[in-house]
Nanobody
């Protein structure tokens, strides 16, 4: 069982930055691929970024490439999402998720999810 708790969301102006954190429970964090997803009101959940369990591989959806960076610190059981050059269309609830020994963009392959953190970007 893995419990995930996101933090770091908030209100920011367009062009600004935020860093989201996702703290995981358990001693096996280093065996889980991690992902970030988001869901805006009345929209489908959207994949944002993924990182392999070792941290050696990362993958991004096209809309955030060059602006967002996913990273992890296995010693701290934490995954991060650094978000720069934020746009109003980035406004959403952001979720982190964990998938055992998987490196994937498919939400259905993630077994564990956090409760989400709201990010609001004003124009």
């Amino acid at each position: 069982q893995v419990q995930l708790v996101e933090s770091g969301g908030g209100l920011v102006q367009a062009g600004g930055s935020l860093r989201l954190s996702c703290a995981a429970s358990g001693r096996t964090f280093s065996t889980y691929g991690m992902g970030w997803f988001r869901q805006a009101p009345e929209k489908e959940r959207e994949f944002i970024a993924a990182i392999s369990w070792s941290g050696g591989g990362t993958y991004y959806t096209d809309s955030v490439k060059g602006r967002f960076t996913i990273s992890r610190d296995n010693a701290k059981n934490t995954v991060y999402l650094q978000m720069n050059s934020l746009k109003p269309e980035d406004t959403a609830v952001y979720y982190c998720a964990a998938a055992y020994l998987r490196f994937t963009s498919k939400g259905s392959e993630y077994a564990y999810w956090g409760q989400g953190t709201q990010v609001t970007v004003s124009s």
